[in-house]
């Protein structure tokens, strides 16, 4: 039960970040059909999607998928239903940013960390501080 609790309390943090309802996709696959690296994600945006409706955030939240959207907005504007994959994979890895690094300080990054963390992880969180 406490599984399913933190796993709906996620599901709607990532509603709340991302602006997205998780549960207007109705499985159709135009997002992962449009996506330019869908074949390189795991798991693509529909799959993805379908975990968060699933319950199953942290399978997602553990993924590489999410690092690999490259935040082209092409899922969301070939939704029927208007569902934006890449803000909500932009959500998640808020989500996991928030709980390893709190700020990123671009002037002590060392080139080992540039080659481990993900450009996405970097891109998120230089825009997350420059605001």
């Known amino acids: 039960m406490a599984i399913a609790v933190a796993a709906e309390k996620l599901t709607r943090q990532i509603e709340e970040l991302s602006g997205q309802v998780i549960a207007d996709c109705y499985q ?3 997002c992962t059909a449009g996506c330019p690296i869908g074949g390189e994600m795991d798991p693509v945006p529909s799959q993805a999607m379908r975990l968060l ?3 199953r955030v942290q399978e997602l939240l553990d993924s590489d998928g999410i690092w690999l959207c490259a935040s082209c907005m092409v899922c969301g504007t070939r939704c029927p239903r208007g569902v934006d994959y890449a803000r909500i994979a932009e959500a998640c890895r808020a989500l996991v940013l928030r709980t390893r690094v709190s700020k990123v300080d671009p002037d ?8 481990e963390i993900p450009q996405q992880a970097f891109m998120a969180s230089f825009r997350k501080f420059s605001v």
């Open 53 to 55: 409706q699933l319950g």
């Open 108 to 115: 002590t990054v060392t080139e080992e960390e540039c080659e």
């Open 28 to 30: 159709c696959g135009c």
